[in-house]
Each structure stands twice: as structure tokens, then as C-alpha cells.
């Protein structure tokens, strides 16, 4: 019967110790922005959008996974639910982790990225689909890995305009482990995969928990996402064609 005051208490603690701002504006920062007074900020982002548990489970950060795309010029980080349009994640992004203390370059992780909303968020039929993967990084140096999936842009396509229910935003998953074991040792269901249109129905249905589980992978260590639309291309694209003339 004291279990529930205690945890009460604990939770009481945890809200009381928060670093709230009197200067900040309370509707200054909804989701997916950072808003200085959430705490528990970013996993609360992966919470709200609920890339935990729809992608992978609960964990504890490890390391904070930085990604960033390039486009005609310009750079488009991935920071935890803001908004990226398609036409700018085109090619691969950059990524940079940095290690713990007791790690090195003889640690190897995997990176992946995934789309858990193929085709549409409120129907996931073909969950998920693999963008991108990369094995047997040593340390930090992704740019060292190997590649097993190359890279893919998310593919997009608009609801119906008669579908009210219809949700059409992707959250772009990067997820980060380590790989306790060593180097991993590939099996049947580890083939590659290009860039080449007709392997795309193999990036269909390729979960990210189930290669961590045939890998023994474990709990990732780093997650980060961002959202995307077929919408947002087209508003994106008739800008560009604005620009020009």
C-alpha cells in the first residue's frame, strides 16, 4: 500500500526539479519545436510522435546521433520531429555520433534508417521500409562502414482528398546501436540492396527490431527523426519554381 505515495512522490520530485522559465512564452514552442521548459526533452518527442513504440522500445540515450542533410547548397539538420521537405533529403545525409569514454575505434555500430509509415501513417500495410543501413562502423567513422542497404529517399504519395482520416506525414527513423559482438556475421536475410528501382519492394517489411534481434543488437543507443510529406514536396517544389523567375 506504500508503493503508490512513494512512486507519487518521486514523480512529484522529478516536475518539481524542472527548470521552468518565466520569460517563455507558454504556447511558445509546440511540438515538433524545442520548447526549453521540457525536461525531458528530446525522448519526449519520441513519446508524443510515438517512434517509441511504434519503430523501437523504450531506452536510455547513449549517445546523441547527429544527422544532417545537404541540398542546392544548404544544410537541413534532423532534430527530433521538425519538418523536412523530400526534395531535400534526396541523397544520403551526413552522421556523427561521439563515443563514450571507454569506447574506441575498435567499437563497431550500426546504423539504420527506416519509414514506419509506408504508405501512410494511419495505415502502415508495407511497415516498415528500409532506407538505409550500414554495419560495422568503426567508432564514429560512418563514412567506414559497410553498407548493406543503400541509401533510398522516403517514397511519398499524397491521401485522397476525399479521405478525411487519411495521415499523410512519414516520421524518418535513424537508429543507432552498438554491435556488443564484434563484426556482424550476415545471414540469408541480410542480402544487399541498391539504389535501383526494382529493388524496391525488398525495402518493404524490413524491420528494424527484427535485424537488432538476429543480430543481437540489443537496445539502441541513439535515435533521431524527422517528418516528411508528399504534400510538403509540392509546396517545396512550387517555391523553388517561384524563385526562378
Not at 1 to 11: D, E, G, Q, R, V
Not at 26 to 55: G, K, M, T
Not at 111 to 131: N, S
Not at 200 to 206: F, I, V
Request: proline content about 7%; glycine content about 4%.
Amino acid at each position: 500500500t506504500m508503493a503508490a505515495p512513494s512512486l507519487w512522490a518521486f514523480a512529484v520530485c522529478l516536475v518539481s526539479s524542472a527548470k521552468w522559465d518565466p520569460n517563455v512564452d507558454p504556447a511558445c514552442c509546440a511540438y515538433p519545436e524545442h520548447d526549453p521548459r521540457d525536461y525531458n526533452y528530446p525522448y519526449s518527442h519520441f513519446l508524443y510522435s510515438e517512434v517509441i513504440p511504434d519503430v523501437m522500445g523504450s531506452f536510455v540515450a547513449m549517445a546523441e546521433l547527429h544527422v544532417e542533410y545537404v541540398a542546392a547548397g544548404s544544410k537541413y539538420a534532423v532534430l527530433y520531429g521538425q519538418h523536412i521537405a523530400p526534395v531535400n533529403v534526396a541523397r544520403a545525409p551526413a552522421v556523427s555520433f561521439d563515443l563514450e569514454l571507454d569506447r574506441d575505434e575498435h567499437t563497431m555500430h550500426t546504423l539504420m534508417a527506416v519509414d514506419p509509415d509506408v504508405p501512410f501513417r494511419d495505415r502502415p500495410t508495407d511497415r516498415e521500409r528500409v532506407l538505409w543501413l550500414v554495419y560495422d562502423i568503426p567508432g564514429n567513422a560512418t563514412s567506414e562502414g559497410k553498407t548493406l542497404v543503400e541509401y533510398a529517399p522516403p517514397e511519398l504519395v499524397k491521401c485522397d482528398p476525399v479521405d478525411d482520416l487519411c495521415l499523410e506525414e512519414h516520421r524518418i527513423t535513424f537508429i543507432l546501436w552498438e554491435q556488443p559482438d564484434g563484426p556482424l556475421h550476415l545471414e540469408e536475410e541480410d542480402a544487399h540492396i541498391s539504389k535501383r528501382a526494382k529493388d524496391s519492394r525488398a525495402r518493404l517489411g524490413y524491420k528494424a527490431r527484427d535485424f537488432a534481434a538476429r543480430h543481437s543488437l540489443g537496445l539502441q543507443i541513439g535515435l533521431n527523426f524527422f517528418e516528411t510529406s508528399a504534400s510538403s514536396f509540392s509546396t517545396a517544389t512550387n517555391a523553388a519554381e517561384k524563385a526562378e523567375l
